[in-house]
C-alpha cells in the first residue's frame, strides 16, 4: 500500500520505517504515546499520506485534524491480520529492550490479542 500510493502521486508516504530510521521521529512520536499535544503538522511535514503504525494508531484524531483527506480502509480477516502483525510488530516489540519503544507504548495501551479461535 505504501508503495502504491507513491505511485499514485501520494508520496512520500509516512510509516514506522520512517519513525525506526529518524532520531526527530522518534522523538516526537513517542512524546505523543505520552501524552505529550500532537503535532501532526511537524510530524507530517514532507509527507504527503500515511499509513500503518503509528498513524494508525491515531486515525480518529488524524481524520479529525485534515477533515478534507482521503481515506482508504483495507480489510482482512482478524485471523489473517493478526497472523502479519504477530510476525512484524509483535516480534519487533518482544525482542526489543528499549522500554521507551513506541510500539510497547501503543501496543500496551490498546491491549491487542489474538483472535478467538472459530466456533465450528
Known amino acids: 500500500m505504501r508503495e502504491a500510493l507513491t505511485i499514485l502521486g501520494f508520496g512520500p508516504c509516512h510509516h514506522m520505517f520512517e519513525v525506526m530510521a529518524n532520531e526527530v521521529q522518534k522523538r516526537l512520536w513517542r512524546a505523543l504515546a505520552k501524552g505529550a499535544a500532537p503535532g501532526w503538522n511537524q510530524l507530517f511535514a514532507g509527507y504527503a499520506s500515511c499509513i500503518d503504525w503509528p498513524s494508525a494508531h491515531y486515525w480518529?484524531?488524524?481524520?479529525?485534524?485534515?477533515?478534507?483527506?482521503?481515506?482508504?480502509?483495507?480489510?482482512?480477516?482478524?485471523?489473517?491480520?493478526?497472523?502479519?502483525?504477530?510476525?512484524?510488530?509483535?516480534?519487533?516489540?518482544?525482542?526489543?529492550?528499549?522500554?521507551?519503544?513506541?510500539?510497547?507504548?501503543?501496543?500496551?495501551?490498546?491491549?491487542?490479542?489474538?483472535?478467538?479461535?472459530r466456533s465450528r
Open 60 to 117: 480518529r484524531d488524524l481524520i479529525e485534524f485534515y477533515p478534507d483527506a482521503q481515506v482508504i480502509l483495507t480489510y482482512r480477516s482478524p485471523e489473517s491480520w493478526w497472523k502479519s502483525f504477530e510476525k512484524t510488530n509483535l516480534a519487533g516489540i518482544s525482542q526489543s529492550t528499549d522500554q521507551e519503544s513506541l510500539g510497547l507504548a501503543l501496543i500496551s495501551r490498546q491491549g491487542l490479542r489474538p483472535p478467538a479461535a
